[in-house]
């Protein structure tokens, strides 16, 4: 019984320590992102997302890499992703970007615009 217990116990802890590091896991995607530059509010952020026949189309259509793009706004001090995506709305940069496990591109408007 001692020995059920004791697994049982060290399994509880693992899957915590599990959920812990998968809930840094955008932050840390986010960071690695930005070791060259922050992204900015008004910077248009693309994306590939796996979404079946119409990101297949997207792609073959735009000869692009990217199926998705939104916009950064900073919304209350955070960093937001507006996109259609389902109904258009805000997503956490770091949720945005942690959708994919392809690359991230991020372009920012000239400032003479």
């Known amino acids: 019984m001692k020995l059920f ?16 590091w998968a809930k840094g896991e955008p932050e840390r995607r986010l960071a690695a992102l ?10 248009v952020v693309f994306q590939d997302l796996g979404c ?11 000869s692009s890499p990217y199926t998705h793009v939104g916009i950064v706004l900073e919304e209350n001090g955070e960093r937001m992703v507006w996109e259609a ?16 496990s392809g690359p991230v591109a991020v372009y920012r408007f000239d400032e003479e615009m």
């Not at 217990?5 to 812990?20: C, D, I, M």
């Not at 995506?85 to 994919?100: D, F, K, M, Q, S």
Request: hydrophobic fraction near 45%; charge should be negative; charged fraction near 15%.
């Open 85 to 100: 995506l389902g109904p258009v709305g805000p997503t956490p940069l770091a949720e945005w970007i942690a959708r994919t």
């Open 52 to 62: 079946g026949l119409r990101c297949e189309l997207i792609r073959q259509i735009t």
């Open 34 to 43: 930005e070791q060259h530059a922050r992204i900015e509010p008004l910077d």
């Open 5 to 20: 217990a004791a697994t049982l116990t060290a399994s509880f802890a693992a899957a915590g320590s599990f959920v812990a």
